[in-house]
């Protein structure tokens, strides 16, 4: 039998060898081995590009040079002193006066006080001298006109009729304390605490918390626009040039307390140590929208009639004549025992909530900085916010968002310069130049400027280096280092790393070797 051609020239192996498939080869694994490192190589411009932080340039020179504000700003304030008392020593008494508030620290922070002194129109003299230079063309400028046979300062306007007392050996001083309260509100902490941080909106919540209607009693509803109208809007319209405000309100029928009020003889009291876990967060919803704005809540509250009446006791342990109390910085809440509304639910008609919108409104000026006036003081118009206690918010809004600003700027280049890996786009460095460009509008007017000037350039500086401290990249390196990045890469890229790494140097040494063995076989 004769073998077919296939069989003739198929080649024969030697038994128990194999052959070597290509991708054995010794070339052909270094140029896989090559291929890999190759697209390493090329792709690292990509990933480079795509994980790179922009980084640009802060002024920092700038930021230099306007920070001496946040120290050296006072605004300009002007005191023009008239007398209707025969033979009063008026130039005397202003020289009394500069020497009592050159020693008051508070009024020389925030304040560079002028006085000039004359008569009054009723004695035909229009007489104005001053012992500074400048004592008008300034916009706040306030008359201190000084009266015979009254009892009481009078306020109105931006005048202040003040009572002569002959009798007073420290007249001067009693007077500068009186314009000390009136030019600018506490400076105590207390105050601090409890005002809320300045924002040019605010957003209002009224609330109407049942604790438990299930047991009878409480109140199905309220008139709460038409009160808001009668007792809040006045002051909003007067605090409009500060802030913008927007109003919500709502009704809850299950608001139950996260504690257990004392019981006494006359019902159940909530004592200091209870009243700073009033608010049950973890039940009561107080928020009914979304909204960047800060929230102040007023509450009012009706116990269920098992715990009826609920009393609020003061920090001398005596029930509040108010039972009302305010939580600093978040809102104020008014406890409304009614017996009515223990025996059958009730709606709240305009005339049931006066009392309680009256101690809304109080709260609300206490928590926006609206300062009380002594109580030697009466006003001759209405029982609005004065002149006086307004431009006095003003002039403290001001110089808080001016120091504010330049806190917040240097605290962004501090932050910069320790974290290299904290990125800086333009949205960040627009905002930052945005807040130094009202700073330096500040700093060039604020010797002759409007106080409502002012506040409107430092309300901008401080809304724009806020936007750009709590920008979304900058707040997320915070919490998200490079260190972090590389606790991230190291666990995915190490396991691939090492093998090729290995093998490129192995397939070298096998290249350099046979390069050396083919020589020797050529010589």
Same mark, same amino acid.
């Given at each position: 039998?004769?073998?077919?051609?296939?069989?003739?020239?198929?080649?024969?192996?030697?038994?128990?060898?194999?052959?070597?498939?290509?991708?054995?080869?010794?070339?052909?694994?270094?140029?896989?081995?090559?291929?890999?490192?190759?697209?390493?190589?090329?792709?690292?411009?990509?990933?480079?590009?795509?994980?790179?932080?922009?980084?640009?340039?802060?002024?920092?020179?700038? +930021?230099?040079?306007?920070?001496?504000? *946040?120290? @050296?700003?006072?605004?300009?304030?002007?005191?023009?002193?008239?007398?209707?008392?025969?033979? $009063?020593?008026?130039?005397?008494?202003?020289?009394?006066?500069?020497?009592?508030?050159?020693?008051? @620290?508070?009024?020389?922070?925030?304040? *560079?006080?002028?006085?000039?002194?004359?008569?009054?129109?009723?004695?035909?003299?229009?007489?104005? &001298?001053?012992?500074?230079?400048?004592?008008?063309?300034?916009?706040?400028?306030?008359?201190?006109?000084?009266?015979?046979?009254?009892?009481?300062?009078?306020?109105?306007?931006?005048?202040?009729?003040?009572?002569?007392?002959?009798?007073?050996?420290?007249?001067?001083? #009693?007077?500068?304390?009186?314009?000390?309260?009136?030019?600018?509100?506490?400076?105590?902490?207390?105050? *601090?605490?409890?005002?809320?941080?300045?924002?040019?909106?605010?957003?209002?919540? %009224?609330?109407?918390?049942?604790?438990?209607?299930?047991?009878?009693?409480?109140?199905?509803?309220?008139?709460? &626009?038409?009160?808001?109208?009668?007792?809040?809007?006045?002051?909003?319209?007067?605090?409009?040039?500060?802030?913008? %405000?927007?109003?919500?309100?709502?009704?809850?029928?299950?608001?139950?307390?996260?504690?257990?009020?004392?019981?006494?003889?006359?019902?159940? +009291?909530?004592?200091? @140590?209870?009243? *700073?876990?009033?608010? /049950?967060?973890?039940?009561?919803?107080?928020?009914?929208?979304?909204?960047? #704005?800060?929230?102040?809540?007023?509450?009012?509250?009706?116990?269920?009639?098992?715990?009826?009446?609920?009393?609020?006791?003061?920090?001398?342990?005596?029930?509040?004549?108010? /039972?009302?109390?305010?939580?600093?910085?978040?809102?104020?809440?008014?406890?409304?025992?009614?017996?009515?509304?223990?025996?059958?639910?009730?709606?709240? #008609?305009?005339?049931?909530?006066?009392?309680?919108?009256?101690?809304?409104? !109080?709260?609300?000026?206490?928590?926006?900085?609206?300062?009380?006036?002594?109580? !030697? $003081?009466?006003?001759?118009?209405?029982?609005?916010? !004065?002149?006086?206690?307004?431009?006095? $918010?003003?002039?403290?809004?001001?110089?808080?968002?001016?120091?504010?600003?330049?806190?917040?700027?240097?605290?962004?280049?501090?932050?910069?310069?320790?974290?290299?890996?904290?990125?800086?786009?333009?949205?960040?460095?627009?905002?930052?130049?945005?807040?130094?460009?009202?700073?330096? &509008?500040?700093?060039?007017?604020?010797?002759?400027?409007?106080?409502?000037?002012?506040?409107?350039?430092?309300?901008?500086?401080?809304?724009?280096?806020?936007?750009?401290?709590?920008?979304?990249?900058?707040?997320?390196?915070?919490?998200?280092?490079? &260190?972090?990045?590389?606790?991230?890469?190291?666990?995915?890229?190490?396991?691939?790393?090492?093998? $090729?790494?290995?093998?490129?140097?192995?397939?070298?040494?096998?290249?350099?070797?046979?390069?050396?063995?083919?020589?020797?076989?050529?010589?």
């Amino acid at each position: 039998m004769e073998p077919t051609p296939e069989s003739a020239t198929e080649p024969t192996a030697p038994p128990g060898c194999r052959s070597e498939p290509p991708y054995q080869h010794a070339d052909t694994r270094l140029r896989i081995v090559l291929s890999y490192w190759l697209i390493f190589f090329l792709g690292l411009p990509f990933w480079w590009r795509a994980t790179s932080i922009e980084r640009l340039a802060l002024p920092r020179a700038k +930021v230099e040079q306007i920070s001496h504000l *946040k120290d @050296d700003i006072r605004l300009p304030v002007s005191l023009d002193l008239t007398s209707e008392v025969s033979g $009063l020593d008026l130039p005397g008494l202003v020289s009394r006066l500069e020497a009592t508030f050159a020693k008051n @620290d508070a009024i020389n922070d925030a304040l *560079k006080l002028s006085f000039s002194y004359g008569f009054s129109a009723a004695d035909g003299r229009q007489n104005c &001298e001053t012992s500074s230079n400048h004592c008008f063309g300034l916009n706040d400028r306030y008359s201190v006109k000084i009266v015979p046979d009254t009892s009481s300062y009078v306020i109105e306007d931006r005048t202040l009729q003040v009572p002569f007392n002959l009798s007073s050996s420290n007249y001067a001083h #009693d007077l500068s304390n009186t314009l000390t309260q009136l030019l600018l509100p506490p400076t105590t902490d207390a105050y *601090k605490l409890r005002v809320a941080q300045y924002a040019p909106r605010y957003r209002l919540a %009224f609330s109407l918390l049942n604790e438990d209607a299930s047991f009878g009693g409480g109140a199905t509803g309220w008139d709460i &626009e038409e009160a808001l109208a009668r007792y809040i809007e006045p002051t909003l319209r007067q605090l409009r040039t500060l802030h913008n %405000f927007t109003i919500e309100s709502q009704v809850q029928y299950h608001a139950p307390l996260a504690f257990e009020p004392h019981k006494i003889e006359e019902g159940f +009291v909530v004592g200091d @140590d209870e009243l *700073k876990v009033f608010v /049950n967060s973890a039940e009561w919803t107080l928020a009914s929208s979304s909204s960047n #704005d800060p929230v102040l809540h007023f509450i009012l509250f009706i116990p269920s009639a098992g715990r009826s009446p609920l009393h609020v006791l003061d920090l001398d342990g005596k029930t509040s004549l108010s /039972n009302a109390f305010v939580l600093p910085q978040w809102g104020g809440i008014v406890v409304h025992n009614s017996p009515s509304l223990v025996a059958k639910a009730e709606h709240l #008609d305009v005339q049931a909530l006066h009392a309680t919108l009256r101690h809304f409104d !109080t709260q609300l000026r206490s928590l926006l900085g609206v300062s009380v006036l002594p109580t !030697t $003081l009466r006003q001759r118009s209405s029982s609005g916010i !004065t002149r006086w206690q307004l431009d006095s $918010l003003l002039r403290y809004r001001a110089i808080e968002n001016v120091r504010g600003s330049i806190d917040t700027l240097q605290s962004i280049l501090k932050l910069v310069d320790r974290i290299k890996g904290m990125p800086v786009g333009e949205a960040v460095r627009s905002d930052f130049n945005t807040a130094l460009d009202a700073l330096n &509008e500040i700093y060039l007017t604020y010797g002759n400027a409007a106080s409502t000037a002012i506040l409107s350039a430092s309300a901008r500086a401080f809304v724009s280096s806020s936007k750009a401290f709590f920008n979304p990249n900058m707040v997320a390196m915070l919490y998200f280092p490079v &260190e972090h990045k590389y606790a991230v890469y190291t666990p995915l890229f190490a396991p691939i790393a090492v093998p $090729l790494l290995v093998s490129l140097i192995r397939e070298l040494r096998e290249y350099v070797k046979r390069r050396s063995t083919n020589k020797k076989k050529v010589e």
